[in-house]
Protein backbone atom coordinates (compact mmCIF):
# COMPACT_ATOMS: atom_id res chain seq x y z
CA UNK A 1 0.00 0.00 0.00
CA UNK A 2 3.03 2.32 0.99
CA UNK A 3 4.78 1.59 -2.37
CA UNK A 4 2.27 4.43 -4.46
CA UNK A 5 3.89 6.83 -1.78
CA UNK A 6 6.32 9.73 -3.14
CA UNK A 7 9.31 11.06 -1.19
CA UNK A 8 8.63 14.48 0.23
CA UNK A 9 11.97 17.12 -0.41
CA UNK A 10 13.83 17.77 2.32
CA UNK A 11 12.52 20.24 5.45
CA UNK A 12 13.72 23.49 4.88
CA UNK A 13 13.44 24.68 8.59
CA UNK A 14 15.55 21.16 10.08
CA UNK A 15 17.82 21.85 7.24
CA UNK A 16 18.72 25.03 9.07
CA UNK A 17 18.88 23.17 12.09
CA UNK A 18 21.95 21.18 10.93
CA UNK A 19 23.79 23.95 9.53
CA UNK A 20 23.17 25.39 13.22
CA UNK A 21 24.77 22.17 14.46
CA UNK A 22 27.31 22.47 11.76
CA UNK A 23 28.27 26.10 12.85
CA UNK A 24 31.42 26.57 15.14
CA UNK A 25 31.04 29.32 16.79
CA UNK A 26 30.50 28.90 20.55
CA UNK A 27 27.80 31.35 20.88
CA UNK A 28 25.41 30.68 18.63
CA UNK A 29 21.83 29.65 20.03
CA UNK A 30 19.36 27.29 18.69
CA UNK A 31 16.15 28.64 18.35
CA UNK A 32 15.34 26.92 15.10
CA UNK A 33 12.35 24.45 16.02
CA UNK A 34 11.11 27.50 18.31
CA UNK A 35 12.19 26.17 21.75
CA UNK A 36 15.64 27.14 23.20
CA UNK A 37 18.39 24.64 23.78
CA UNK A 38 21.68 25.35 26.16
CA UNK A 39 24.77 24.43 25.11
CA UNK A 40 25.02 21.00 25.55
CA UNK A 41 21.37 21.10 23.70
CA UNK A 42 19.72 20.45 26.13
CA UNK A 43 16.05 22.27 26.36
CA UNK A 44 15.81 22.85 29.84
CA UNK A 45 12.39 23.09 32.13
CA UNK A 46 12.60 26.57 33.65
CA UNK A 47 12.05 26.85 37.53
CA UNK A 48 8.62 28.66 36.87
CA UNK A 49 7.18 25.68 34.58
CA UNK A 50 8.40 23.32 37.49
CA UNK A 51 6.65 25.26 39.70
CA UNK A 52 3.15 25.53 38.21
CA UNK A 53 3.57 21.61 37.41
CA UNK A 54 3.51 21.42 41.40
CA UNK A 55 0.65 23.65 41.83
CA UNK A 56 -1.11 21.95 39.12
CA UNK A 57 -0.25 18.66 40.48
CA UNK A 58 -1.01 19.28 43.53
CA UNK A 59 -4.59 21.41 43.05
CA UNK A 60 -6.22 18.77 40.68
CA UNK A 61 -8.99 17.29 41.19
CA UNK A 62 -9.81 15.33 37.90
CA UNK A 63 -8.51 14.82 34.47
CA UNK A 64 -12.28 14.88 33.07
CA UNK A 65 -12.48 16.27 29.77
CA UNK A 66 -13.13 19.89 29.60
CA UNK A 67 -15.25 20.32 26.19
CA UNK A 68 -14.35 21.92 22.72
CA UNK A 69 -13.29 25.33 24.57
CA UNK A 70 -11.02 24.23 27.50
CA UNK A 71 -10.67 25.53 30.77
CA UNK A 72 -12.62 28.50 30.84
CA UNK A 73 -10.77 30.18 33.64
CA UNK A 74 -7.05 29.41 31.82
CA UNK A 75 -8.67 30.89 28.63
CA UNK A 76 -9.99 33.93 30.02
CA UNK A 77 -6.78 34.39 31.93
CA UNK A 78 -4.75 34.27 28.65
CA UNK A 79 -6.88 36.48 27.12
CA UNK A 80 -6.06 38.78 29.75
CA UNK A 81 -2.58 38.22 30.21
CA UNK A 82 -2.12 38.60 26.31
CA UNK A 83 -4.61 41.36 25.33
CA UNK A 84 -5.15 42.99 28.45
CA UNK A 85 -7.87 45.73 27.72
CA UNK A 86 -6.50 46.19 24.10
CA UNK A 87 -9.33 43.94 23.07
CA UNK A 88 -13.47 44.29 24.38
CA UNK A 89 -13.20 41.02 25.95
CA UNK A 90 -17.17 39.88 24.03
CA UNK A 91 -14.89 40.27 21.06
CA UNK A 92 -12.58 37.61 21.29
CA UNK A 93 -12.83 33.98 21.52
CA UNK A 94 -10.65 30.73 22.69
CA UNK A 95 -10.79 27.07 21.99
CA UNK A 96 -8.65 24.19 23.29
CA UNK A 97 -6.25 22.66 20.74
CA UNK A 98 -3.67 20.25 20.73
CA UNK A 99 -0.52 21.59 20.67
CA UNK A 100 1.18 22.41 18.01
CA UNK A 101 0.61 21.68 14.36
CA UNK A 102 -2.81 20.04 15.72
CA UNK A 103 -4.05 23.90 16.71
CA UNK A 104 -2.61 25.33 13.23
CA UNK A 105 -4.90 22.62 11.49
CA UNK A 106 -7.41 23.42 13.54
CA UNK A 107 -6.81 27.48 13.09
CA UNK A 108 -6.75 26.77 8.85
CA UNK A 109 -10.41 24.38 8.86
CA UNK A 110 -12.17 27.21 11.17
CA UNK A 111 -10.63 30.26 8.81
CA UNK A 112 -11.73 28.03 6.13
CA UNK A 113 -15.82 27.20 7.33
CA UNK A 114 -15.66 30.71 8.50
CA UNK A 115 -14.22 32.55 4.37
CA UNK A 116 -13.71 29.50 1.69
CA UNK A 117 -12.84 31.50 -0.44
CA UNK A 118 -9.72 32.64 2.46
CA UNK A 119 -6.34 32.69 1.35
CA UNK A 120 -3.25 32.52 4.39
CA UNK A 121 -0.46 34.13 4.10
CA UNK A 122 2.34 31.48 4.30
CA UNK A 123 6.31 32.58 5.15
CA UNK A 124 9.16 31.42 3.32
CA UNK A 125 10.38 28.88 5.18
CA UNK A 126 8.41 27.74 7.02
CA UNK A 127 7.21 24.28 8.25
CA UNK A 128 6.48 21.86 5.25
CA UNK A 129 3.19 20.41 7.43
CA UNK A 130 1.67 23.74 7.08
CA UNK A 131 1.91 23.68 3.77
CA UNK A 132 0.80 20.19 3.13
CA UNK A 133 -2.19 20.83 5.30
CA UNK A 134 -3.21 23.83 3.10
CA UNK A 135 -3.25 21.76 -0.30
CA UNK A 136 -5.50 19.32 1.77
CA UNK A 137 -7.50 21.60 2.64
CA UNK A 138 -7.69 23.37 -0.49
CA UNK A 139 -6.54 26.78 0.90
CA UNK A 140 -5.02 29.12 -1.47
CA UNK A 141 -1.19 29.88 0.42
CA UNK A 142 0.51 33.37 -0.84
CA UNK A 143 4.42 32.77 0.33
CA UNK A 144 6.45 35.74 1.74
CA UNK A 145 9.96 36.01 2.54
CA UNK A 146 10.94 36.94 5.90
CA UNK A 147 14.35 36.40 5.99
CA UNK A 148 16.74 38.30 3.86
CA UNK A 149 20.21 35.94 3.09
CA UNK A 150 21.99 38.90 2.23
CA UNK A 151 22.03 40.58 5.23
CA UNK A 152 20.85 37.57 7.41
CA UNK A 153 18.20 39.91 9.02
CA UNK A 154 14.46 40.44 8.53
CA UNK A 155 13.07 41.59 4.88
CA UNK A 156 11.18 44.37 4.95
CA UNK A 157 10.59 45.16 1.56
Not at 95 to 115: C, D, K, S, Y
Request: proline share 8%.
Amino acid sequence: MFETLKPQPADKILALVQKFKEDPRPQKIDLGVGVYKNAEGVTPVMRAVKAAEHQLWQDETTKAYVGLTGDPAFSDGMIKMILGDAVPRGAVAAAATPGGTGAVRQAFELVRLANPDVRVFVSNPTWPNHVSMLRYLGIEMVPYRYFDEATCGVDFE
